[in-house]
């Protein structure tokens, strides 16, 4: 007897599996990488404000909740035989997919993320969690308030997914794709020869500023681009410089004035 995997099955639960195998392997290469770290591990261990024990099963519980609502959304937009008219699309067209979920996902990321931040209420009770991570790492990558979590990626997600018209089987990379992404994005490493850092302004050093006190405000922007951050004027320009100890530091540049 054949057993098959839907593509619904995969697209909901792919990106889940991707995280920890893609996160794991930067725990690992974190322990021999330390001339490539932006921050220490004893800053790792001694800053920030979460166990890591807490941080899994934050990320097992925002997952649980992806999960449900991926599983209702494929229900509703319907079946492997409905979706078959998309799954041989160009090439063409699946790159347009892909770039209008980008941009769908960092524009509803940007605004939820930066309100999160500007309304107290919000940030006190609800994102203030995420930035327990002061020296973020892989895992914490999704480490978010449960609403936090629903709001910001799970709707987001759905909202990406519907906007680009994208089939279930698209979902499939797209989402792995987004979800390695955000892991790098926290990774805590600069290492040469990584493609997000060629091919994307937003990297592990960009988002690293956004989690330290002098960078709260700025750098909002995530996964993708950084084009919202420039266009309402919360760009943070930062240097990276060598540590006498080994590893990274990102700094505001000199001549940046912060509001």
């Known amino acids: 007897m054949d057993f098959e995997i839907s593509d619904e099955m995969l697209g909901t639960f792919a990106p889940l599996l991707v995280y920890w195998i893609y996160s794991g392997f930067y725990v690992v290469l974190g322990l021999f990488a330390e001339d490539y770290r932006l921050h220490t591990i004893q800053d790792e ?14 990320v097992l519980l925002q997952q649980a909740v992806q999960a449900v609502v991926a599983t209702l959304l494929f229900a509703v937009t319907g079946s492997d035989t409905q979706s078959s008219t998309n799954e041989n699309a160009s090439i063409l067209v699946l790159a347009r997919q892909f770039v209008t979920a980008m941009l769908v996902m960092d524009t509803w990321q940007y605004f939820m993320h930066r309100y ?11 994102h203030s969690l995420h930035h327990r991570l002061i020296v973020p790492y892989s895992f914490g990558a999704l480490y978010n308030h449960p609403v936090e979590g629903l709001l910001n990626d799970t709707i987001g997600g759905a909202l ?14 797209f989402f792995s794709f987004a979800t390695i992404k955000t892991v790098d994005d926290h990774c805590g490493l600069w290492l040469p020869g990584n493609l997000f850092h060629m091919f994307f302004n937003n990297n592990s050093a960009y988002h690293d500023v956004h989690h330290q006190l002098y960078g709260n405000k700025y750098n909002f922007s995530q996964p993708f681009f950084v084009m919202w951050d420039k266009i309402l004027g919360t760009y943070m320009p930062y240097s990276l410089e060598k540590r006498a100890s080994g590893g990274f530091e990102s700094r505001p540049c000199k001549d940046f004035k912060a509001e």
Not at 47 to 56: A, E, G, P, T, W
Not at 117 to 122: A, E, P, S
Not at 160 to 173: D, K, Q, T, V
């Open 116 to 126: 999160m931040h500007q309304n107290k209420f919000l940030y006190k009770h609800i």
């Open 45 to 58: 261990d001694e800053k920030n404000l979460v166990s890591k024990f807490d941080v899994v099963k934050g």
């Open 160 to 173: 990406s997914f519907l906007l680009s018209g994208m089939s279930p089987r698209a979902s499939i990379f």
